[in-house]
């Protein structure tokens, strides 16, 4: 698979896989990922400015050409102005389709984004993962994530 930036020709064909990882997300913790209708129409203006920006990274995996296979959005973010830090950088998504599941694509993308970040001289990159996903951990640990906090949920009346 070709790994390359994006293009904001390329949204729309990300746009379905979006709506696969907002579909698991809820799945596995509606009360977390309570998704409004459609919530991949919601992606489609903010991808398109991340495929054209050069401190950001929208990644694609192009098995021929026109057929994506995965996609990583990653942003760069300001941390509040209590901490040495002031910026990192935060991955937002990653996705690779079932059928290239286990082939290192996602491996392959975190680490092109790493490389990224560490270009621009940004100094932590951070994500989220929902407690069922086992996998995600296991690959995001492999590229030299560590744990770092818990977030915790009570839902109330």
């Known amino acids: 698979m070709l790994i390359r930036s994006a293009t904001p020709a390329d949204v729309p064909a990300v746009l379905p896989m979006v709506a696969k990882i907002c579909a698991l997300h809820e799945k596995w913790d509606s009360a977390k990922y309570g998704f409004l209708p459609n919530p991949e129409l919601r992606y489609k203006n903010w991808l398109s400015r991340m495929a054209t920006s050069d401190r950001n990274i929208f990644l694609v995996a192009e098995a021929e050409p026109g057929q994506l296979g995965a996609f990583l959005v990653a942003t760069v973010e300001q941390e509040i102005p209590i901490y040495r830090l002031q910026e990192y950088a935060f991955i937002h998504d990653l996705w690779v389709e079932e059928e290239y599941r286990h082939a290192g694509i996602a491996r392959q ?49």
């Open 109 to 157: 993308m975190v680490m092109r984004t790493i490389e990224h970040f560490n270009r621009m001289g940004v100094k932590q990159i951070r994500l989220d993962t929902t407690a069922a996903n086992d996998a995600a951990r296991r690959l995001f640990s492999a590229c030299g994530f560590r744990l770092s906090t818990i977030e915790m949920l009570i839902e109330l009346n």
